[in-house]
């Protein structure tokens, strides 16, 4: 992967053209790039690659307007495009979503419809949070039990793990391996790569609960939120079960870069994810963690980072010459809270606005030389402790997932008409697609969940 620097340039010019066959030429030019000419001789697409032809068919579409995000269009008019030359390419090369399907199993079929929402919105990888304390949502073929005891839990905590309430109702889910290939085909052909990660050695309940020898204390499937000291023991056959499930996954999914976790493993020294990483990279991929794993050293060549607990971890992972993707919790926690008010559901961690996505520069102002480049971009995570439904998760995503796409996609200089760009034409989009946003002005009554606890920060 290697970074392009940019600016993007629209040239409009006199009036409007009836919308017609579109004709795309491959041309030399910055990855993932194209330039898009309307006029009245007819709209033409020169492209970088496949993905640029792609990318500008999503810009066609915004052009039209929101009819165009319908499955089917209701406009009898002929569609207009404005005669236009867009040239446009991406800031950074990883341009990111992570959904964690382990606190609460989003089922394939929503899961097929964030691909259709990220691609929308020119983002590019999809990184699968497959494993955790609370689910395990990957069949093993080797260790069936993973998923039908893991993949199962009896209760769940409704709220912060510090209030009292449970649901008191079981809860769970698998993908199995095939329905992974369907999901990862149908994210390529969208020019989304989905990027697995089962978590090691910390948030591994599910795990120990299907097999005990795994563990130190055994335990079921957990049914609380948080760090979880019940961690996977040292003993070389864990390591062994685990060589076995990653070769597993890697059967499954093309993808050069496999994630590994190794965040919030309580008494873990680090030879547990150096043995995993070592493993990968005998495999041909790249293990890729969360930036607990910098401490776990020496990685392996070509490890990637992604620094979660603020930008330290990022910056010192890419002064040791390993590439990163910057998702610090401070700008993109979408599970965090989207206002102050009272009734803004469920009020976990930092507020996190949409302006406050939108301000937030990837980029760490203390790398100097060669190591921005080190920087392949950045993602937005979706812990989904909170999230227990589709019209939750995309109350928790959007508008900021579209603000943070324009930070990933856009030259680094702010546009102080975002949020006016996003009232009048991309929260239209959204109605179209279906997307159950929150309003800038506040969540809607049914969006409200009053009684719930959270934990502000
Ligand atoms: C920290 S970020 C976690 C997750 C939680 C999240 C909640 C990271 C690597 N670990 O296990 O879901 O906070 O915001």
Same mark, same amino acid.
């Given at each position: 992967?290697?970074?392009?620097?940019?600016?993007?340039?629209?040239?409009? @010019?006199? &009036?409007?053209?009836?919308?017609?066959?579109?004709?795309?030429?491959?041309?030399? %030019?910055?990855?993932?790039?194209?330039?898009?000419?309307?006029?009245?001789?007819?709209?033409?697409?020169?492209?970088?690659?496949?993905?640029?032809?792609?990318?500008?068919?999503?810009?066609?579409?915004?052009?039209?307007?929101?009819?165009?995000?319908?499955?089917?269009?209701?406009?009898?008019?002929?569609?207009?495009?404005?005669?236009?030359?867009?040239?446009?390419?991406?800031?950074?090369?990883?341009?990111?979503?992570?959904?964690?399907?382990?606190?609460?199993?989003?089922?394939?079929?929503?899961?097929?419809?964030?691909?259709?929402?990220?691609?929308?919105?020119?983002?590019?990888?999809?990184?699968?949070?497959?494993?955790?304390?609370?689910?395990?949502?990957?069949?093993?073929?080797?260790?069936?039990?993973?998923?039908?005891? @893991?993949?199962?839990?009896?209760?769940?905590?409704? %709220?912060?793990?510090?209030? %009292?309430?449970?649901?008191?109702?079981? *809860?769970?889910?698998?993908?199995?391996?095939?329905?992974?290939?369907?999901?990862?085909?149908?994210?390529?052909?969208? *020019?989304?790569?989905?990027?697995?990660?089962?978590?090691?050695?910390?948030?591994?309940?599910?795990?120990?609960?299907?097999?005990?020898?795994? @563990?130190?204390?055994?335990?079921?499937?957990?049914?609380?939120?948080?760090?979880?000291?019940?961690?996977?023991?040292?003993?070389?056959?864990?390591?062994?079960?685990?060589?076995?499930?990653?070769?597993?996954?890697?059967?499954?999914?093309?993808?050069?870069?496999?994630?590994?976790?190794?965040?919030?493993?309580?008494?873990?020294?680090?030879?547990?994810?150096?043995?995993?990483?070592?493993?990968?990279?005998?495999?041909?991929?790249?293990?890729?963690?969360?930036?607990?794993?910098?401490?776990?050293?020496? /990685?392996?060549?070509?490890?990637?980072?992604?620094?979660?607990?603020?930008?330290? &971890?990022?910056?010192?992972?890419?002064?040791?010459? *390993?590439?990163?993707?910057?998702?610090?919790?401070?700008?993109?926690? /979408?599970?965090?809270?989207?206002?102050?008010?009272?009734?803004?559901?469920?009020?976990?961690?930092?507020?996190?606005?949409?302006?406050?996505?939108?301000?937030?520069?990837?980029?760490?102002?203390?790398?100097?030389?060669?190591?921005?480049?080190?920087? /392949?971009?950045?993602?937005?995570?979706?812990?989904?402790?909170?999230?227990?439904?589709?019209?939750?998760?995309?109350?928790?995503?959007?508008?900021?997932?579209?603000?943070?796409?324009?930070?990933?996609?856009?030259?680094?200089?702010?546009?102080?008409?975002?949020?006016?760009?996003?009232?009048?034409?991309?929260?239209?989009?959204?109605?179209?697609? &279906?997307?159950?946003?929150?309003?800038?002005?506040?969540?809607?009554?049914?969006?409200?969940?009053? @009684?719930?606890?959270?934990?502000?920060?």
């Amino acid at each position: 992967m290697t970074l392009v620097p940019r600016p993007v340039s629209f040239a409009a @010019g006199e &009036g409007t053209v009836e919308h017609g066959v579109v004709e795309t030429l491959f041309v030399d %030019g910055p990855p993932q790039g194209y330039r898009l000419t309307v006029s009245p001789g007819g709209t033409v697409i020169e492209a970088s690659d496949e993905a640029g032809e792609f990318y500008a068919y999503q810009t066609i579409r915004q052009l039209i307007g929101p009819d165009a995000f319908r499955v089917a269009s209701i406009d009898r008019t002929p569609t207009m495009l404005p005669v236009c030359t867009i040239e446009d390419y991406p800031r950074f090369p990883w341009r990111g979503c992570m959904i964690d399907v382990a606190r609460h199993f989003v089922p394939k079929h929503d899961l097929l419809r964030y691909v259709d929402l990220l691609s929308v919105h020119k983002l590019n990888v999809l990184h699968l949070h497959l494993t955790d304390d609370q689910g395990w949502r990957f069949e093993v073929k080797r260790y069936p039990k993973l998923t039908s005891v @893991g993949g199962w839990r009896s209760s769940s905590r409704y %709220g912060d793990r510090r209030s %009292g309430g449970r649901t008191g109702r079981p *809860h769970g889910g698998f993908y199995t391996q095939d329905d992974l290939r369907e999901i990862f085909e149908y994210a390529r052909q969208r *020019h989304v790569l989905v990027i697995p990660e089962i978590d090691v050695p910390g948030h591994s309940q599910a795990a120990i609960a299907a097999y005990p020898a795994l @563990g130190v204390h055994g335990g079921d499937v957990w049914t609380d939120w948080g760090v979880n000291e019940r961690v996977l023991n040292t003993e070389e056959s864990t390591v062994d079960f685990y060589r076995n499930v990653f070769d597993e996954l890697i059967d499954v999914f093309p993808s050069e870069v496999i994630g590994i976790g190794g965040d919030e493993a309580p008494g873990h020294d680090g030879s547990f994810v150096r043995q995993i990483a070592q493993h990968l990279v005998r495999r041909g991929r790249r293990p890729y963690g969360w930036d607990e794993i910098v401490a776990a050293g020496p /990685l392996p060549a070509g490890t990637i980072v992604a620094s979660w607990r603020g930008i330290s &971890g990022g910056v010192t992972a890419a002064r040791d010459g *390993h590439d990163v993707v910057m998702c610090p919790e401070e700008f993109v926690y /979408l599970d965090y809270r989207q206002s102050s008010r009272e009734d803004e559901p469920i009020p976990v961690g930092t507020v996190t606005t949409v302006e406050d996505v939108y301000g937030w520069e990837p980029m760490p102002a203390s790398l100097t030389g060669a190591e921005p480049g080190r920087v /392949l971009g950045a993602q937005a995570n979706l812990w989904t402790e909170h999230l227990d439904s589709p019209r939750r998760l995309d109350y928790a995503a959007f508008p900021r997932l579209a603000a943070f796409a324009e930070v990933v996609w856009s030259p680094r200089e702010k546009d102080p008409g975002f949020l006016d760009r996003l009232a009048a034409h991309h929260l239209p989009r959204l109605d179209a697609l &279906g997307v159950e946003y929150r309003p800038l002005a506040g969540p809607l009554p049914w969006q409200t969940m009053p @009684g719930v606890p959270g934990f502000p920060r």
